[in-house]
């Protein structure tokens, strides 16, 4: 079986298609998406729908429960909280409930997918080794996949050796060996590493082998969609620069 890892949507339509164009040639399965479908971009509704339209398995991101009222917003930033507020007003009632029907942590395949972190799925940013470390306790499979951060890393704990924190590179390939691993693919949407290209990875099963890829894709076309829909400056200007 192939996997393509997705985390970090947040309703960049031209993002998300980039990517799926990438995997037409790529014999997936099946899609795992890491949450955060919505939130800051200007397209839910589309993003949403296209996702459902794939096979899939799915966990919440703190803005796709934000967007529909499942958690409070009074801890999000200004500009994200003004993002949610407006995603809430546009989303279709199917896709509202999807969102907040959504599960917190979901295993597959020997993995285990949260949005934040497996001890905290929400909220947590898994940001260094410390963190990820404390946080194997908290998932039983070998493997565990989380967003949040938007960028792209991984996690290694070794039966001996010093653990592995690290970024993952466009095109690099993580052989799962022995130990526990933590790998974030880095956000489809709205990546914050100084890379705007839109990030993603696959596992394949077989091969026991994670590939991360960089995705060019319109950026200006989703900045002047933000733009018409009054999404805030920031949330616009930082889509350039991948921060
Ligand atoms: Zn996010």
Wanted: negative net charge.
């Amino acid at each position: 079986m192939r996997y393509a890892i997705l985390s970090d949507i947040h309703a960049n339509l031209a993002a998300l298609e980039a990517v799926l164009d990438d995997l037409r040639e790529r014999r997936i399965d099946e899609l795992w998406c890491l949450g955060d479908i919505v939130g800051y971009g200007p397209y839910p509704n589309e993003c949403t729908e296209l996702l459902r339209s794939c096979k899939h398995s799915c966990v919440v991101g703190n803005h796709d429960w934000g967007s529909t009222g499942k958690i409070s917003i009074s801890e999000f930033n200004r500009d994200a909280a003004d993002a949610c507020q407006w995603t809430g007003s546009v989303l279709t009632a199917g896709n509202f409930d999807y969102l907040r029907a959504l599960p917190e942590v979901v295993e597959r395949d020997g993995f285990t997918m949260a949005h934040g972190s497996p001890r905290y799925p929400i909220w947590e940013y898994i940001m260094n080794s410390e963190e990820a470390r404390e946080n194997l306790p908290y998932f039983k499979t070998p493997f565990c996949l989380v967003g949040h951060t938007h960028i792209p890393l991984v996690f290694h704990q070794g039966k001996r050796r010093v653990p592995v924190f690290r970024h993952l590179d466009d095109g690099e390939e993580i052989a799962l060996g022995e130990g526990r691993y933590i790998i974030n693919p880095g956000s489809v949407g709205q990546p914050r590493d100084s890379d705007p290209r839109g990030s993603y990875a696959i596992y394949d099963a077989e091969e026991k082998r994670v590939t991360l890829y960089r995705i060019p894709y319109d950026i200006a076309e989703t900045q002047q969609r933000m733009r018409d829909e009054g999404l805030p400056r920031f949330l616009i200007e930082r889509l350039s620069q991948g921060i």
